[in-house]
């Protein structure tokens, strides 16, 4: 089995789209068929796409979490201090790996993994 697809929504698309490519995400700004406009990634066969709340939704899905293992690490993480991204989590070695846990712009978690 390979995860083919995982959808985020945000009221905020633009500044959600700025944080995941201050991680390293290519996205694009698109549409297809009766969707909205919304941003989508390729990463290897998983696609990202970030997606403006859904109807009758009020706010984001705080409790969805996700990583990246991260070839570029110091430098993501020194941009994301730029950007005054919150930091729960200061890279640190743990259990799982040389890893820091940021929130996103709709207080999600993301967890960072510095690849070898």
């Not at 995400?25 to 859904?54: C, I, M, Q, R, W």
């Amino acid at each position: 089995m390979i995860l083919k697809l995982m959808v985020i929504r945000s009221q905020d698309l633009d500044r959600l789209a700025a944080f995941y490519r201050s991680v390293g995400l290519s996205l694009e700004y698109h549409k297809h068929g009766k969707s909205p406009f919304h941003y989508s990634a390729n990463n290897g066969d998983t696609v990202l796409e970030l997606y403006p709340l859904a109807k009758g939704q009020t706010e984001a899905d705080k409790h969805f979490r996700i990583g990246f293992g991260v070839n570029n690490f110091e430098d993501t993480i020194a941009r994301l201090r730029e950007l005054n991204t919150p930091f729960v989590m200061e890279a640190t070695n743990t259990e799982f790996g040389f890893m820091a846990i940021v929130s996103d712009p709709d207080d999600r978690k993301v967890e960072l993994y510095k690849l070898t």
